[in-house]
């Protein structure tokens, strides 16, 4: 994940990334698992310790014209390590990125002996609260397998109920030691939100909900692309505040057993960068 260096200048801009891979501090192993965890077959950024990052800046971003390198063959489920750490987590997540964008993906822990293992149990290194936008699934995006990644994902990352369920679970009773807030430039759902407050427009019943959800985040500093690029970020940075701010979610927090960060991902050029 790439920190962004220079002011957003409209949607369609690429957000220039430097800097290396920064340190971030281990988070504490997991804890034990719980009955309610056990009965349901789960078994085996501010805060934690997280310092925002850098996804490895030395990989050009390829033309889609480019024909996709032969997969790298994926480990077996003998084979295959689980990171179990925040820090861990990231950089994982990080060389996924980095394959994904350069076109070297490989796909990995989609095999017979990996869905066999997986029947007995789940124990995802990380979980994506992301949008539902089509371009941006994050098995694809972070170019991970089954059994990887628990996601999430809701219209512009807006927690309801059920939402904030999901994240708790993964967190309490799974110990996901990382959990991400994936924004992602020309978000919809941003859009729909920003357009509302200028117009005074009503958007259908459930819509609405979404786009009040989002208006609290609305930088009215700037306009045009600049405001939907602006609120994006925002809208990711809010979605954390209300995270780190449960109280269970804090709990864990302060014993260093997860670490909650915020990013965006770049549809111009497919990377993933941290946000302060």
């Known amino acids: 994940m790439n920190p962004d260096a220079a002011p957003h200048r409209g949607e369609d801009a690429e957000a220039t990334a430097t800097g290396a891979d920064a340190p971030i501090s281990h988070a504490k192993p997991r804890g034990r698992r719980s009955l309610l965890r056990a009965a349901l077959a789960g078994t ?119 939402v904030f369920g999901s994240v708790k679970y993964g967190v309490l009773e799974l110990d996901i030691p990382l959990v991400v807030v994936l924004g992602h430039q020309s978000c919809g ?45 925002a809208n990711v940075r809010l979605v954390r505040s209300k995270l780190v701010a449960d109280p269970d979610i804090a709990a864990k927090l302060k014993a260093d057993e997860v670490a909650v960060v915020g990013a965006r991902y770049d549809l111009t050029t497919q990377r993933v960068h941290l946000l302060k």
């Open 44 to 162: 085996a950024v501010l805060g934690g310790g997280i310092a925002v990052g850098a996804f490895p800046a030395d990989a050009e971003t390829v033309s889609r014209s480019t024909p996709t390198p032969t997969p790298t063959p994926t480990p077996s489920a003998a084979t295959r390590t689980r990171p179990s750490t925040a820090d861990e987590a990231l950089k994982e997540l990080s060389k996924g990125n980095r394959r994904w964008r350069t076109l070297h993906q490989q796909h990995p822990h989609e095999g017979a002996a990996v869905r066999k293992a997986l029947t007995t149990g789940q124990e995802p290194f990380a979980l994506i609260l992301g949008c539902i936008d089509s371009r941006v699934p994050p098995e694809l995006v972070f170019d991970q397998g089954l059994g990887d990644l628990m996601t999430v994902r809701s219209a512009g990352e807006v927690l309801d109920e059920s």
């Open 189 to 233: 759902a941003v859009k729909a939100a920003v357009s509302a407050d200028q117009t005074g427009e009503k958007l259908p019943s459930h819509i609405q909900f979404i786009a009040d959800e989002i208006a609290p985040a609305i930088d009215h500093s700037v306009t045009g692309d600049a405001r939907i690029a602006a609120t994006i970020d």
